[in-house]
């Protein structure tokens, strides 16, 4: 119940920061702390602080420019402490992470009178790991490519270009210079670079580990214990739930969840779930890690209780690779028919298994696999245990820095164990009402053709409903795009939200009718011609850019971002500026300096810019959308849940694809007004929308645009 002693608290703490910064209150924020705060308090718990009931998950739709940061803030952060909870603040996107930890909470944590302390969480795999960096200095091998499952050639030795970057992070090291974060380090890293110097959970040797006084991630971890508030990103979140929940983060029966940008939970919460291996890369896999076992025991003869576990695994592991020379044929006759004129194509291939349903051979190969894996798990997980308890207790003649080693190593080859014994779970697995979605993707990897299989639940409905829903203490959903269409059926169904959850919708307080225009103009080519369309758009776009400095193209496809940048004249290549040609925040930064320098850019990207891109005032006045932006059609998850929708009588089109285009088209349009001064136009150039059925529904869910549309 929200009591009288919580909306002072809140409305104390609103009142002081408008004050304190002299501004006046927002219809829309003060609506949205309500609706939280009702939702909080709508809580019961037991006497350990537990909830009880159902109860406590919100969702909330906030237009841009109505201040939810600001709002979930003040709302949630006066009740978590009376209540004694910790807040995690979970983002999609770094920039987004970035902003709410370096200007909103601080400014937050100055005006409002609120006293609170924060921190951010990031993975392991954001921070090096010194042991590993030790060894990669000391050796000609590459552990990571040793065990690696991605790559089916023979490990190689770090080349010099590499080997001088790492002796540069050293030295930052050990002059304080840098803190072991891969964000601070002063240039770019590659990820065959990065990561062969990070830990997972079954490589770090944690706090037995020699340079655990000097580890970054250590420090990192122990502050996030003494702090109010968590800022981290979906990914981790997940992560930390597939772990079982509070591995990383703190225990959700204890936690208040704020998802901002929570429309991407759903798809972040489906790559958790999923899983993965490459046949050739996994048959090297059996290769190095029945070599690293041999050298294990001839290197370690006094480590007896070690040995005596390893025992069975290289046997484990002939009898599987045995198998895998099995399943390598059926995987190869059912990709073959794909590899016909691959080189033509535009992308790898992949099959796709349909309704899920693998064919037999497979699936009892499948299952042997899945049980074998299960011992090899067993047994080496048993092995990790014992050089774990042996860094503990040192009570080998073995030394540190050597148990440190075998502890990464073991720790590897499990890791790689449990992701193949993952994927043949999911392939052995008998399904019930909603099948899994299952496919062999082709993949490059090192030069060669790999083939990938692969496995995804359709939705991720079930699992946040068994992982997180209920279990949090509480949970808040929000983002300038929640609704689909203008309901929150979409987020529900792919979410799985409880029943019980309380939605609201608080629109924008920016004047879109007078400031902003959504304008169709005649077209006369089909999107669905590719070349008669991109024809179409490159015709058109120098008349459209007239007038405007900063204009943002956005493409469904780097093909046709491809194929009409090549139909412009050099006059006009010279002024876009397309998404690859280099990092995202050097593509913007060049395309702010550009309209600066020459009064205009014209910015052509993919559907990453269309949304998490603030371009505020001329640096983007026209929005230019080439097509309406339904999902590409052999997507394996997508293709999969069109195909199970229709397998029980209904729609896939309006009940995914229509819903989903909606609210990408609705985030693209997003990108026009950032602030209340901003001005321009959106123009779509897809005639679907006034010739097709459908198209009124689109039209009718956008913002309150000034609508211009011409007929085709």
């Known amino acids: 119940m929200l009591t009288q002693a919580h909306k002072k608290s809140i409305q104390t703490a609103y009142s002081t920061l408008l004050k304190n910064k002299g501004l006046n209150p927002r219809a829309g924020q003060k609506q949205m702390i309500a609706e939280i705060a009702r939702t909080i308090t709508s809580v019961e718990a037991d006497a350990e602080g537990k909830r009880i009931n159902e109860a406590g998950v919100c969702a909330i739709e906030a237009g841009t420019g109505t201040g939810k940061t600001v709002a979930y803030i003040l709302a949630v952060l006066p009740l978590a402490k009376a209540l004694g909870k910790k807040v995690v603040i979970s983002t999609a996107t770094i920039a987004l992470q970035e902003q709410i930890l370096h200007r909103d909470l601080p400014d937050i944590l100055k005006h409002s009178g609120i006293h609170f302390r924060f921190a951010l969480a990031k993975g392991r795999g954001r921070y090096l790991c010194l042991s590993k960096l030790d060894l990669h200095l000391n050796s000609d091998v590459n552990q990571d490519t040793l065990f690696s ?81 968590v800022v981290a990103n979906h990914d981790l979140v997940m992560a930390d739930l597939a772990l079982g929940g509070g591995a990383i983060l703190t225990d959700p029966a204890d936690t208040i969840y704020i998802f901002d940008e929570a429309h991407h ?77 691959i080189a033509e194509q535009y992308q790898l291939p992949h099959y796709r298994f349909e309704q899920g349903v693998i064919p037999p051979v497979l699936k009892e190969l499948s299952k042997v696999l899945s049980k074998r894996f299960d011992i090899l798990v067993d047994e080496l997980s048993a092995a990790h245990e014992i050089i774990s308890g042996a860094l503990d207790e040192n009570d080998t003649s073995i030394s540190l820095p050597q148990l440190e080693n075998l502890f990464s190593d073991v720790g590897v080859m499990l890791n790689a164990a449990e992701r193949q014994w993952a994927l043949w779970k999911a392939y052995a697995r008998d399904d019930d009402d909603m099948p899994d979605s299952r496919w062999i993707q082709v993949v490059e990897s090192g030069g060669l053709l790999d083939f990938e299989l692969s496995a995804s639940p359709l939705m991720a409905a079930r699992t946040l409903r068994q992982y997180l829903w209920k279990r949090c203490y509480a949970a808040v959903l929000t983002s300038a795009t929640l609704t689909a269409l203008g309901q929150f059926g979409r987020l529900s169904m792919h979410a799985g939200l409880p029943k019980y959850t309380q939605t609201a919708v608080v629109p924008s307080p920016f004047d879109y009718q007078k400031n902003a225009r959504f304008f169709v103009p005649a077209m006369y080519s089909e999107p669905t011609d590719h070349f008669a369309h991109s024809a179409e758009i490159a015709e058109k776009l120098p008349a459209l850019c007239e007038g405007y400095e900063g204009i943002l193209v956005l493409f469904a496809s780097r093909r046709q971002m491809n194929d009409v940048y090549d139909l412009l004249d050099d006059k006009w290549q010279a002024k876009v500026l397309k998404q690859n040609q280099m990092s995202k925040q050097k593509l913007l930064q060049q395309h702010i300096d550009q309209v600066d320098d020459t009064g205009l850019s014209v910015l052509f990207g993919l559907a990453s810019l269309a949304e998490g891109v603030d371009l505020p005032g001329k640096y983007c006045g026209h929005v230019i959308i080439a097509k309406l932006p339904f999902s590409v059609p052999n997507d394996p998850v997508e293709a999969g849940l069109a195909e199970w929708f229709e397998t029980q009588g209904r729609n896939p089109f309006m009940e995914i694809s229509l819903p989903d285009a909606s609210q990408r088209l609705i985030q693209a349009c997003g990108r026009l007004i950032r602030t209340e001064t901003d001005q321009g136009q959106v123009t779509l150039m897809d005639k679907r929308i006034l010739t097709k059925r459908y198209g009124r529904l689109i039209l009718d869910s956008l913002p309150p645009f000034r609508q211009i549309l011409e007929a085709p």
């Open 265 to 341: 939970l759903p798809d972040i919460a489906l790559r958790h779930f999923s899983g993965a291996l490459r046949i050739n890369g996994a048959m090297h896999w059996f290769d190095q890690s029945i070599k690293a076992i041999r050298d294990i025991g001839s290197q370690n003869g006094s480590f007896i209780k070690l040995l005596d576990k390893l025992d069975l695994v290289p046997g484990l592991l002939l009898e599987l690779k045995q198998i895998y020379g099995e399943v390598k044929p059926i995987v190869d006759d059912l990709v073959e028919p794909l590899l016909v004129d």
């Open 149 to 229: 499952m991605d790559s089916p050639a023979p490990a190689q030795s770090t080349d010099e270009e590499t080997v001088q970057i790492y002796e540069s992070m050293a030295k930052a090291l050990l002059t304080s210079q840098w803190d072991g974060d891969k964000d601070s380090w002063k240039g770019e890293l590659d990820d065959d670079i990065w990561k062969p110097l990070t830990a997972d959970r079954n490589e770090c040797a944690g706090r037995r580990c020699q340079h655990v006084a000097q580890c970054s991630f250590i420090k990192a971890r122990d502050n996030l214990s003494a702090v109010d508030c």
